[in-house]
């Protein structure tokens, strides 16, 4: 497990951590972004969200790579969600500090554990693709979408249009 030890630091966090905060906060403003589209209905709001979506996948490539673990084990959308999840836990605490403090503290605490997560993960994407190379497995296979007739419990009955809409965006949301 990676641990954050600002101490060892002298406060400051090094680049990757950096990165991790800045892709946290790409998503938070994405969230932002599609939450005022939906208050407003104003489409600017949607560029905006697409503009956050394509600077937030430039620095997941930089961080994450092109590693074959990302769609085998959904890394990439897991990695998303945990630092989302992490930024919105940082803001919780931060609107807590004044009004109750030990609140705020398990907030920051759980920040803290997402972020520790979050490198876990690219630990694991750096284990498997050493995996790979040290016992001569070859390329894995590429991520494939379903198939349309398949729902995303896998089973193969024909699927209704709710649930191929619904699989379009669990598609989407884990691709990117």
């Known amino acids: 497990m990676h641990n954050i030890d600002l101490n060892k630091t002298n ?6 951590e950096d990165r991790l905060w ?3 906060n790409l ?4 969230e932002h972004a ?7 209905s104003d489409w600017k709001y949607v560029k905006m969200m697409e503009v956050y979506r394509e600077q937030r996948i430039k620095v997941f490539e930089e961080i994450l790579g092109a ?17 989302g999840a992490a930024m919105r836990a940082y803001e919780s605490g931060n609107r807590d500090t004044q009004t109750d ?9 759980i920040s803290k554990t997402l972020i520790e997560q979050a ?15 040290r016992e001569n497995l070859g390329k894995p296979e590429t991520y494939k979408k379903s198939p349309e007739n398949t729902t995303v419990s ?8 709710k649930e191929k809409k619904g699989i379009l965006y669990y598609l989407k949301c884990c691709l990117e």
């Open 11 to 16: 406060g400051n966090i090094n680049s990757l």
């Open 119 to 133: 490198f876990e993960m690219i630990e694991i994407i750096v284990a498997s693709e050493e995996y790979v190379k």
């Open 22 to 24: 800045l892709a946290a």
């Open 67 to 83: 590693h074959a673990a990302l769609h085998e084990a959904e890394i990439w959308c897991m990695f998303k969600h945990t630092l």
């Open 101 to 109: 403090p030990i609140l705020a503290s398990v907030y920051f605490d």
């Open 154 to 161: 896998g089973s193969t009955e024909k699927t209704t249009k």
């Open 27 to 30: 998503v938070s403003l994405e």
């Open 34 to 40: 599609y939450s005022s589209y939906l208050r407003t």
